[in-house]
């Protein structure tokens, strides 16, 4: 079983930028759905922008969408160098990236790391 979508990011060229559910970010291109008559109307970028995530799958308005296998097995992963902005050179990338937010560390676990530095003192 594939993992759900959990964020999109649309791009200006009709690529979908994906997080999923198993921590991937990856990139889907609907360029080539765009000839079928479902998709057909996705080419006015406006309505393409409109994605938007439903039980793990993508959808826009008027009952179009897709599954989450086929975003899953038909994409592309995003390589670590390309989700910080930066090319393999080191120069920054224009390279729009779904925000994942970080968990912080409870106030439990905060307490535990400050008696474990007391006790080491």
Do not use: C
Request: proline share 6%; net charge positive; charged share 35%.
């Amino acid at each position: 079983m594939n993992p759900h979508v959990r964020s999109i990011k649309p791009q200006e060229d009709y690529r979908l930028l994906l997080a999923f559910e198993n921590g991937e970010t990856r990139v889907f291109d609907l360029k080539p759905y765009l000839e079928k008559p479902v998709f057909k109307r996705l080419e006015n970028i406006a309505l393409f922008k409109t994605a938007r995530v439903v039980s793990g799958s993508v959808e826009w308005q008027g009952e179009v969408d897709l599954s989450y296998d086929t975003l899953y097995l038909e994409s592309k992963p995003v390589r670590k160098d390309q989700s910080r902005g930066k090319t393999s050179r080191g120069k920054k990338k224009n390279v729009a990236m779904a925000t994942i937010p970080k968990k912080k560390p409870s106030k439990a676990r905060a307490r535990l790391r400050s008696s474990k530095k007391d006790s080491q003192a």
